[in-house]
């Protein structure tokens, strides 16, 4: 994955002598600041958490009339998967930023800058140089599907087994992300309120106010998808796209000023808070570490870094929720005119997350950071609390609190609406309309089938979110990123350009892909035999008695992928099926667009 440029010893040594840096290493070591711990995250319910909740409200009341509006012209299969293709390349340009940027970008990477400096910013070049990939590949997609995956390959192989595979793999990749996602909105809610520390909330303590916002939210995504289909999904994306990109900008100018504009004194500042000097501005603080004495521990966390690379790059380009909103626009140049729109606006928020990570780092400090939550997710709200506080005093602090705390449960709400529409529609659609009902329903029955699968699938995500809210899953986004590189990518690839592709090799591609990569997960560090070097805690899923540890490394994909495309061509040479005139037939629509919309 390609690497960004640390700053030079020197650079940051001067940065530290700036005024800046002096101001931010004051500010870091608590002039002025509450003591560890301290502050609106780390106390009981107070007015930020009433502005929270406030503005919260605003956004769901906002998003729901839109829903209920979108309603009156969403009749038609092609109204509630494709939002009547009427979006123009800016919106849905602002739509797929919004689909793209889930909480774990908005809170995630730049925690994770906050807590490992340069390595936490890798994660931020993987997701952006991913687009580049997207972008080939937007044009042919509009061009040669209707409403799903599936719709591609089926287009020249047997339907019926394509869509079955192509829907399984969907789903898989679509209840993951969605678990993680809720349990995410249920922990981050239990922080925001106040809860963590043994707090309450109108008589909930942090279980039960976990458990409740998983609820609530699986109960809006679903309304969202019933009532509005695509177009709801993409107004709901627009609008978090564009408050996402406004609060960051503003948080970012913020920072940025208290370091006098200055992004060396804000690397040197936070060098000097984060405890790891320069080492914090250089590679290997997570990644990729050298383990002294251990040259095949060391190769290993140096591959298991490329195959992270390889999952956040290769996955991106076959995520099922992305894929289908290339379907929108009018036509395939509107697509690929939509992905150069958000090259930009993605490239811009996460050049804006490296003043996110690194100022939190500076002002907050990794021991404040670490205290209120090891993941780091909590390192954006307490710097927008903390430069709220320094730049208009206790009730800068509530506000900007509450506006950062806001945007990041309309992240995770507007991300899960757009998973559950990916799912849903691969049920009706691929399952219903072509597997159950040999590709004649009407439309009023798939649309139908829709909006209960909808309900089917947030109801299956409440349930499993709730019972896994006590554990780690963090390693479910990644798996879901794995799972679409190798059983997706493969097949979208392989159809689009390889002319002996055939129904078995779309099977043995997505069901070798998937089971490879479940495999290897189940048997990675992940979930059993990773232990705390220093104090021996269990760091896995499973319980510390359990240790089915075989596969090296944390991230599948660097071999999961290879064997997805190796069973995808495999299965397709030991097949005699040969279709050469629908092959020429796709090569031309894809290129011109010719038929797209006609099945």
Aim: hydrophobic share 55%; aromatic share 8%.
């Amino acid at each position: 994955m390609p690497a960004a440029t640390a700053p030079s010893a020197g650079a940051a040594d001067g940065a530290a002598t700036g005024d800046g840096a002096v101001r931010a290493q004051a500010l870091a070591d608590g002039a002025g600041a509450p003591a560890v711990p301290g502050g609106v995250l780390e106390g009981q319910f107070g007015i930020a958490h009433a502005w929270t909740i406030a503005l919260c409200a605003l956004f769901v009341l906002v998003t729901l009339a839109v829903a209920v509006r979108t309603r009156r012209t969403t009749r038609g299969a092609v109204d509630f998967y494709a939002g009547g293709r009427g979006f123009s390349s800016t919106q849905n340009g602002l739509a797929l930023t919004g689909d793209y940027l889930s909480a774990a970008s908005f809170l995630g990477i730049a925690g994770m800058i906050a807590l490992q400096g340069y390595d936490g910013f890798l994660y931020s070049i993987g997701f952006l140089v991913a687009w580049l990939l997207v972008l080939p590949m937007a044009q042919l997609m509009r061009n040669t599907g209707r409403f799903t995956m599936a719709d591609l390959p089926a287009f020249r192989m047997r339907r019926m087994r394509v869509r079955l595979a192509c829907a399984v793999s969907t789903v898989t990749v679509c209840v993951f992300y969605l678990v993680a996602q809720m349990v995410g909105a249920g922990a981050l809610v239990a922080v925001l309120l106040g809860l963590h520390d043994g707090g309450t909330f109108l008589g909930m303590d942090a279980g039960q106010a976990r458990t409740g916002s998983i609820v609530l939210v699986g109960v809006l995504m679903i309304a969202y998808v019933m009532y509005g289909g695509m177009k709801a999904a993409t107004w709901l994306q627009i609008i978090k796209a564009v408050a996402l990109l406004g609060a960051t900008g503003l948080l970012t100018v913020l920072v940025l000023a208290l370091f006098s504009f200055d992004p060396r004194a804000l690397l040197g500042g936070a060098a000097e808070a984060s405890g790891h000097g320069q080492a914090f501005l250089e590679p290997g603080l997570r990644l990729g570490v050298e383990v002294l004495g251990d040259p095949v521990r060391t190769l290993f966390n140096k591959l298991d870094l490329i195959s992270l690379g390889l999952a956040l790059v290769l996955g991106t380009v076959a995520l099922p929720h992305i894929l289908i909103r290339f379907y929108t626009v009018p036509d395939g140049r509107s697509a690929r005119a939509s992905v150069h729109r958000t090259i930009v606006m993605v490239g811009v928020f996460y050049l804006m997350t490296l003043a996110l990570g690194f100022g939190a780092a500076a002002l907050v400090g990794t021991d404040r950071i670490l205290a209120l939550d090891p993941s780091g997710n909590t390192a954006v709200p307490m710097l927008a609390e903390e430069v709220g506080r320094l730049t208009a005093g206790p009730v800068g602090a509530a506000v900007l609190l509450a506006l950062i705390s806001a945007v990041a449960l309309a992240t995770i709400l507007a991300v899960i609406a757009s998973l559950t529409l990916a799912s849903s529609s691969s049920i009706a659609h691929d399952l219903f309309g072509h597997v159950l009902m040999w590709g004649r329903p009407r439309e009023t029955q798939e649309v139908g089938v829709a909006r209960l699968s909808a309900c089917l699938v947030g109801g299956v995500a409440i349930v499993l979110a709730v019972q896994a809210q006590a554990q780690n899953v963090a390693f479910l986004v990644g798996l879901a990123f794995a799972i679409a590189a190798a059983a997706n990518l493969p097949v979208i690839v392989l159809t689009l350009f390889w002319r002996r592709f055939n129904t078995r090799g779309v099977e043995w591609g997505v069901y070798g892909g998937l089971s490879a990569t479940l495999l290897l997960m189940l048997l990675s560090p992940v979930m059993s035999g990773r232990t705390d070097p220093v104090t021996g805690e269990n760091l896995s899923v499973l319980p510390a008695g359990i240790d089915v540890q075989v596969f090296p490394m944390e991230n599948p994909a660097l071999v999961a992928v290879p064997i997805g495309f190796a069973c995808a061509i495999a299965g397709s040479l030991l097949s005699a099926e040969r279709n050469t005139a629908r092959f020429t037939e796709l090569r031309v629509r894809s290129l011109t667009g010719w038929g797209a919309d006609q099945g």
